[in-house]
């Protein structure tokens, strides 16, 4: 998976908990991006890091926040975790303005 | 606003015969177009890529065709096989942004 990891795999939380997910890279991209993964909705982009401490939103941003303190980690956070929110993240890196590597996904749940 | 758009959910072809997925788009602007192939539980891989100025980028049994005064593009798959079964995104490197997907099926 070029070198990505996300952790967790799989999570399951309840409503209103604040839920953060890790993305850690050993490729030193500068890009990293966060998309969501939901049926008829495609890959849907949510925010995205263009260097360290440089962020921005994406398509779906609302409800979530991010922070890169460093090159290899990328973090999606969920402030007050929502059932709307229940989906598969994944975290994607690109050296440049090109092709993005993804990694495994992140399954999470909100009950 | 969708950039880019796939508005086949899905496709159903059988063995050795071509897949055709299409994709729309409206910023004529984009510099170059990928497709990205997704299996379950997986992470999308990079299949294949065009830039604007190009109109048919070829590798293996994959082609793309970019047709710029319909903003449209295609990617050809041929022969087609079990293993393509898979779901198809299309995106550009302007926005980052992806098309709803393509679920593509190869009977055998």
């Known amino acids: 998976d070029a070198g990505i990891t996300q952790s967790p795999r799989h999570k399951v939380t309840e409503t209103g908990t604040p839920v953060t997910l890790r993305c850690h890279q050993t490729?030193?991209?500068?890009?990293m991006y966060w998309y969501r993964q939901d049926p008829g909705h495609g890959l849907r982009l949510i925010h995205y890091s263009y260097g360290v401490k440089d962020t921005d939103k994406g398509e779906v941003s609302d409800g979530y926040s991010v922070s890169r303190s460093k090159t290899e980690d990328f973090l999606l956070t969920l402030e007050s975790a929502t059932s709307s929110q229940t989906s598969v993240y994944f975290c994607a890196i690109s050296p440049g303005n090109e092709k993005l590597f993804f990694g495994s996904g992140t399954q999470l749940s909100v009950l | 606003d969708q950039q880019v758009k796939q508005n086949s959910p899905s496709l159903s072809v059988q063995e050795g015969r071509i897949s055709i997925l299409n994709c729309d788009y409206t910023?004529?602007?984009?510099?170059?177009f990928l497709w990205y192939k997704k299996y379950p539980a997986e992470g999308p891989t990079f299949l294949i890529s065009i830039s604007s100025i190009k109109d048919k980028n070829e590798d293996g049994r994959f082609t793309v065709f970019l047709n710029k005064s319909a903003k449209h593009l295609s990617l050809h798959i041929v022969p087609s096989q079990p293993g393509d079964s898979a779901v198809y995104f299309c995106?550009?490197?302007?926005?980052?942004?992806f098309g709803a997907g393509t679920r593509l099926t190869v009977k055998p």
């Open positions: 995106s550009n490197n302007n926005d980052m942004r």
């Open positions: 910023n004529s602007m984009f510099d170059y």
């Open positions: 490729e030193n991209h500068r890009y």
